[in-house]
């Protein structure tokens, strides 16, 4: 088990990318995930409980930025 926190801007996939290899086949429980400005989606970031399904987003997108993410989420896991 281990708790991994990034200097705020920063990215583990850009600054760190042995661990976010290591990240990406990994069981991950809680996370908060930032979304790139460049995406243009309206939703600046999220948090998910994977072991209960959760998914949290702080602010309300107009542009369907949460249909967005959702809609990623879903099919990379399918």
């Known amino acids: 088990m281990a708790s991994e926190s ?3 801007e ?8 042995e661990l976010y290899e290591v990240l990406a086949d990994a069981v991950l429980l809680n996370a908060l ?3 790139s400005d460049q995406e243009k989606i309206g939703v600046s970031h999220f948090s998910m409980n994977f072991a209960e399904g ?7 997108s107009d542009e369907g930025g949460t249909d ?7 099919e990379r896991n399918s």
């Not at 920063?10 to 990318?17: M, T, Y």
């Not at 967005?68 to 879903?74: G, M, T």
Request: no cysteine.
């Open 10 to 17: 920063l990215g583990i996939r850009e600054h760190n990318p």
């Open 6 to 8: 990034m200097d705020e």
């Open 54 to 60: 959760y998914l949290a987003f702080p602010s309300y």
């Open 33 to 35: 995930f930032t979304v």
């Open 68 to 74: 967005h993410v959702i809609a990623a989420i879903l």
